[in-house]
């Protein structure tokens, strides 16, 4: 239990410190964001601070910091450390890189900035591969919601039926400006996120003693003997860093109404999620007692597991309050996972958004491919867990991306050169991480341990070294044809 309070006071230390420092890197100012220099009505529309707030948390805080804490748990306490420290120095970092890159780009997509900081065949790469990603974290949002609304409803309004619904409820929310459905009802999801977290937290602690909650260990506890280098860090990733929230925040940029509110939107966001994940990832090593028990339970289905706890902790009633606000949770993030697809499709094809025939052309090809996914995940055994797994590891691979744009935006940018390590060490962090996995993973190339992190080191050392060799060299600062702001 210690260990856990003092995991929260340093994610509100780092709020406070490091989100101070990360702010000072980028430098905020008074100029117009996109939302009052370009406000069409439909998507950069202004916001009060409170409200873009709530937005982000719930768009970026989907099954993932709730899933994804629980099966990061099997390692047992250590992951406390990751969620910690990889959500101060690497995701809340990238979260809010992200957004203020876009809000001084008129709210352009991470592909878009691709292009701008990477070269222009990086955007092409990056159109496609963000799609893909939205695609396969829209269908994760469907699939589970669908089946934790199936435990807590009538036999016959099963899992499909409730993933007619949830898409049903996608296509409006993609297609609606986005302060008619989304800024209307987001506000009181949050409430009831936070309520949840609450509820589940509080039933621990004060359970008499019944479950106890375990302090920091530095031994992996997995009872399969997975190695924590690099699939902890695959698996939990949001709640620590995660390369699908770069998909959001540029939403949210074009929604904000001064650069200053930036670090409460984007970087408090993420603190609050790493608080979420926290929660969920204390909640499982506890109620089971071992990470053996917790990892039999996940066999399965995490959405079980939810149920299990939340029953477990606080019966009927709390139990539904608990698993309402993880429905919640997937569907906040699945909506704006296809409506940040339409978004950069009609970046790619110079399509006016304003027109409603224009986003219904893009918007139905999107949904029916989420459809049919949706379909592949419930008809097969083992199809969420395909889906999931290739879903983690694009997501990874997303954060590296995002924050190597960042990290070129800062050398070019030029206030605070050396501020450039801010974004380029969790850059170099997670080439490694993403390289290894996909290496050594049976969905990727199913290499050995020793080849696939000596290869996957290599791979971040190659970018760090041009990194280092642009940072220090005296005669030509910067890369030729660019030039500090």
Not at 412 to 429: E, M
Request: glycine residues 10%; positive net charge.
């Amino acid at each position: 239990m210690v260990s856990l309070l003092i995991s929260f006071a340093v994610l509100i230390l780092g709020y406070i410190v490091y989100g101070k420092v990360t702010e000072k890197v980028f430098a905020p100012d008074d100029r117009k964001t996109p939302a009052i220099a370009m406000n069409d009505g439909v998507d950069r529309v202004p916001m009060a601070k409170w409200k873009a707030f709530l937005i982000q948390l719930l768009n970026i805080a989907g099954t993932g910091p709730i899933f994804g804490a629980l099966m990061g748990a099997v390692f047992g306490p250590v992951v406390f450390l990751w969620i910690v420290f990889g959500s101060i120095l690497g995701g809340a970092v990238h979260d809010y890189m992200s957004g203020m890159i876009s809000a001084r780009h008129e709210g352009a997509s991470l592909a878009e900035l691709s292009g701008e900081y990477l070269g222009k065949a990086a955007k092409g790469i990056m159109r496609l591969f963000s799609v893909i990603l939205l695609v396969l974290c829209g269908t994760v949002f469907v699939t589970s919601p669908a089946s934790l609304l199936a435990r807590l409803t009538p036999e016959f309004l099963n899992g499909s039926f409730w993933a007619v619904i949830i898409l049903v409820y996608y296509l409006l929310a993609t297609l609606m400006p986005i302060d008619k459905l989304i800024g209307r009802l987001y506000p009181l999801f949050g409430v009831l996120l936070i309520v949840m977290a609450g509820a589940v937290i509080g039933s621990i602690v004060f359970s008499g003693g019944r479950y106890t909650i375990p302090e920091l260990s530095l031994h992996n506890l997995h009872p399969d003997g997975t190695p924590i280098w690099p699939y902890m860090f695959i698996t939990v990733a949001c709640g620590a860093i995660s390369g699908f929230h770069a998909t959001q925040s540029p939403m949210i940029a074009k929604c904000i109404k001064s650069e200053k509110e930036g670090k409460a939107v984007f970087y408090g966001a993420m603190i609050s999620e790493s608080v979420i994940a926290l929660v969920w990832a204390a909640a499982g090593v506890s109620f089971y007692g071992t990470t053996q028990i917790l990892r039999d339970a996940l066999q399965g289905g995490a959405a079980n597991v939810v149920y299990e706890i939340s029953t477990g902790l606080m019966g009927a009633v709390g139990g539904v309050l608990a698993i309402a606000g993880v429905v919640v949770c997937p569907i906040t993030s699945g909506d704006t996972a296809f409506r940040s697809a339409r978004l950069i499709l009609a970046e790619t094809f110079h399509s006016d958004q304003k027109k409603i025939g224009n986003r219904l052309l893009i918007t139905v090809p999107l949904l029916a491919v989420g459809g049919l996914l949706t379909w592949f995940s419930i008809v097969n055994d083992n199809g969420f867990q395909i889906i999931w797994r290739y879903f983690s590891w694009s997501n990874q691979t997303l954060a590296m991306i995002a924050l190597w744009v960042a990290t070129a935006y800062l050398l070019k940018k030029g206030t605070y050169r050396f501020g450039s390590l801010l974004t380029a060490l969790p850059a170099v962090f997670m080439t490694a991480v993403s390289t290894t996995y996909i290496l050594i993973a049976k969905e990727g190339l199913g290499l050995n341990q020793t080849v696939s992190c000596i290869a996957g080191g290599a791979a971040a050392a190659v970018p760090f070294a041009r990194y280092l060799f642009v940072l220090i060299r005296k005669n030509k600062p910067y890369p030729p044809g660019i030039q500090a702001e």
